[in-house]
T-cell receptor, first 109, second 120 residues
Framework: GQNIDQPTEMTATEGAIVQINCTYQTSGFNGLFWYQQHAGEAPTFLSYNVLDGLEEKGRFSSFLSRSKGYSYLLLKELQMKDSASYLCAVNPVQDNLFFGTGTRLTVIP | ETGVTQTPRHLVMGMTNKKSLKCEQHLGHNAMYWYKQSAKKPLELMFVYSLEERVENNSVPSRFSPECPNSSHLFLHLHTLQPEDSALYLC???????????????????FGQGTRLTVV
């Protein structure tokens, strides 16, 4: 079976750094994705990790440890527009994206 | 604009109605998907089409009927729905069909804006 765990909600201050964790148990592993979804909008792709380590893309970074079934999304220099849901999704081998419930991040002034 | 367009954006229908959701992708992708997103639940995969053939149906009730007439269009036909079917229905597409890497491991999905469905 497949299972993905991430916190339901988080709050952080504008300008700060926030880390959103994701743990997963899947029957196979073909990569882990992070998507951002603003209320009422489509999810949009943020990052993809298939090897262990940190992938940096501007203010966003994503980390993966396959042996621990663990990933995190790191957001730096938070802006109000970063308030959104962040979805962790795993691509098990020979299957499709399996999503977690998402973490709703609220950025406050 | 992600290249995946869904219509309508909002739909209210009675339990005896018949309606259809439409999805169109302009990305030249080979796989298309229907997802259901309910409040406080993860995105649930409903149907997958690869090169216009259905490859996966995750035990979705028969009141949902997909149709993929060509690689750019995907429909979800709805009939005799229940109030618990109220949700956001998202269409997505990806370059590669499920399970085929073609030397690439990235199966990034591009999502449409979704149709907010309310069944009354």
């Amino acid at each position: 079976g497949q299972n993905i765990d991430q916190p339901t909600e988080m709050t952080a201050t504008e300008g700060a750094i926030v880390q959103i964790n994701c743990t997963y148990q899947t029957s196979g592993f073909n990569g882990l994705f992070w998507y951002q979804q603003h209320a009422g909008e489509a999810p949009t792709f943020l990052s993809y990790n298939v090897l262990d380590g940190l992938e940096e893309k501007g203010r966003f970074s994503s980390f993966l440890s396959r042996s621990k079934g663990y990933s995190y999304l790191l957001l730096k220099e938070l802006q109000m527009k970063d308030s959104a849901s962040y979805l962790c999704a795993v691509n098990p081998v020979q299957d499709n994206l399996f999503f977690g419930t998402g973490t709703r991040l609220t950025v406050i002034p | 604009e992600t290249g995946v367009t869904q219509t309508p954006r909002h739909l209210v229908m009675g339990m005896t109605n018949k309606k259809s959701l439409k999805c169109e992708q302009h990305l030249g992708h080979n796989a298309m998907y229907w997802y259901k997103q309910s409040a406080k639940k993860p995105l649930e995969l409903m149907f997958v089409y690869s090169l216009e053939e259905r490859v996966e149906n995750n035990s979705v009730p028969s009141r949902f009927s997909p149709e993929c007439p060509n690689s750019s269009h995907l429909f979800l036909h709805l009939h005799t729905l229940q109030p618990e079917d109220s949700a956001l229905y998202l269409c997505a597409s990806s370059q590669d069909p499920p399970g085929w890497t073609g030397g690439r491991m990235n199966t990034e999905a591009f999502f449409g804006q979704g149709t907010r469905l309310t069944v009354v």
